[in-house]
């Protein structure tokens, strides 16, 4: 199936986990994929990972930064053209108790979350074709709350109401906006902020009603869903991914 074939796909923190099980995905689809990550290492590692696929490309950009998503997507437009697909990945999740948590604890979480995601829609929307589609991902912990998460959960709960708002402000444009919300899937920062703290066993029984942890590509295969045609008449919606964990 080549769902995404000539079109051209931007993905913010694609070296790793989500962001680069999409990139996969969707170049498995006839996509032309950018990733974008902070780190170099790390990009060349994700390209590594993917057999130096040619129609994959890496570029360092910090989402924190808005003047450097400003020359990200400029330089995409002037290289590449215009684009089909933006996928908000990028963003960071740390394990702190409340009443330690500091203000650049804070402002780190809140800006790679949230700001982050806020200004690639906006810097990225002058090179989006009609018809494009963006998706935000998310976190279950925007419906649910957990004590070692406050920051974090409140980050993610404003990536859902930012789907919601772009949604409504971008229609009129013809660019669809959703978002996909995952749950534990077995990515580098649930193992550091859950997996390396509990028994895996003990926390899949007691919060995955469906017994397993998901993987990476169970949330592309969403994104690649709502970035497609096939999904050309839903407009702001979140789509949970998370085994269950929030529903059941």
């Known amino acids: 199936m080549s769902r995404f074939e000539g079109k051209r796909v931007v993905i913010t923190g694609g070296s790793r986990g989500i962001g680069l099980a999409t990139a996969s995905r969707f170049a498995a689809e006839g996509a032309h994929v950018v990733i974008t990550g902070r780190s170099l290492d ?143 899937i077995r990515t580098a920062m649930l193992q550091e902020v859950v997996l390396d703290h509990y028994d895996e066993a003990e926390f899949v029984a007691s919060e995955l009603p469906m017994g397993f942890i998901g993987d990476p590509d169970d949330v592309a295969k969403v994104i690649a869903f709502l970035a497609s045609d096939d999904a050309r008449y839903i407009l702001g919606e979140d789509i949970l991914c998370d085994g269950g964990s929030t529903r059941l």
């Open 42 to 184: 790390r990009l060349n590692d994700a390209l590594a990972a993917l057999g130096q696929v040619p129609n994959i490309v890496a570029l360092k950009c910090d989402v924190t930064n808005v003047s450097e998503l400003e020359a990200l997507f400029a330089g995409i437009n002037a290289h590449y053209g215009t684009f089909d697909v933006l996928v908000a990945n990028a963003g960071v999740g740390q394990r702190t108790e409340f009443e330690k948590v500091t203000e650049a604890e804070f402002d780190r979480i809140m800006n790679a979350n949230v700001k982050g995601a806020f200004f690639s829609v906006q810097k990225a929307l002058p090179y989006l074709n009609p018809g494009s589609s963006v998706v935000l991902v998310g976190s279950n912990l925007s419906y649910t709350g957990w004590e070692l998460a406050t920051v974090y959960g409140a980050s993610k709960a404003a990536v859902l109401n930012l789907t919601r708002s772009l949604a409504s402000t971008l229609s009129s444009r013809g660019i669809r906006v959703n978002g996909v919300t995952p749950g534990s």
